[in-house]
């Protein structure tokens, strides 16, 4: 099955600096990288995602960026506020077999943005 | 609407209790998900519904039980749970087979085993 590594575990940055998130895959067929944003006690939502056909995607201050040859993807947040402040999930999508796909998550990143 | 809906919010239950977690969407989604999450770690797949039917069970204990009796609706039956069993159970859904798109949480059910 799938297998995803995700660095740091933990990463504080201050107000205004850059913040870089790294996911590794094991799995090749993995076709789609979602990062989930969860904040304390509330659901995980979608930030960002990208698919295996692009290298790179952009959303305001989020970025994320895909090496398939090298299976790792990275989450660039820029300009970060307070507000980034949360739990940052990798994720991967691929095939369990049998038509059946899942997500299999790294282990989240704990961005704390000193003001 | 791009809302996953789970009730209740809050469950606590004695471990000889049955209980039930509820979700529904009406995205028309055909994949549906259940989740166990424990504190400061990720969601950890539980089971996945395709086409309303079971397709993944990730060696889950007989305690917990599934069903989908729609393809809007997702259950998850409890019976004699273990204190460490407390977690928050998140159920997500998102479109079925090689499409590749996103999976919408909803906001989860915390469950507390006494």
């Known amino acids: 099955g799938e297998n995803v590594e995700q660095h740091p575990s933990t990463l504080s940055v201050q107000e205004g600096d850059s913040a870089v998130i790294k996911c590794t895959y094991s799995?090749?067929?993995?076709?789609?990288f979602p990062w989930y944003k969860q904040e304390l006690g509330k659901r995980p939502q979608l930030i960002i995602d990208?698919?295996?056909?692009?290298g790179e995607k952009k959303d305001q201050r989020i970025a994320v960026t895909l090496n398939k040859t090298a299976k790792h993807f990275s989450l660039h947040i820029t300009e970060t506020q307070p507000e980034d402040s949360a739990v940052y999930f990798c994720?991967?999508?691929?095939?369990?077999?049998?038509?059946?796909?899942?997500?299999?998550f790294g282990k989240g990143t704990k961005l704390s943005v000193i003001p | 609407d791009t809302e996953v809906t789970q009730t209740p919010k809050h469950l606590v239950m004695g471990m000889t209790n049955k209980k039930s977690l509820k979700c529904e969407q009406h995205?028309?989604?055909?994949?549906m998900y259940w989740y166990k999450q424990k504190a400061k770690k990720p969601p950890e797949l539980m089971f996945v519904?395709?086409?309303?039917?079971?397709?993944i069970n990730e060696s889950v204990p007989s305690r917990f039980s599934p069903e989908c009796p729609n393809s809007s609706l997702l259950n998850l039956h409890l019976h004699a749970l273990q204190p460490e069993d407390s977690a928050l159970y998140l159920c997500?859904?998102?479109?079925?087979?090689?499409?590749?798109?996103?999976?919408?949480f909803g906001q989860g059910t915390r469950l507390t085993v006494v």
């Open positions: 997500a859904s998102s479109q079925a087979g090689e499409v590749s798109t996103e999976a919408f």
């Open positions: 799995d090749s067929a993995s076709n789609y």
């Open positions: 990208i698919r295996s056909n692009v």
């Open positions: 994720a991967a999508r691929g095939n369990s077999g049998a038509g059946s796909y899942q997500l299999t």
């Open positions: 995205m028309g989604h055909r994949a």
């Open positions: 519904y395709s086409y309303e039917k079971l397709s």
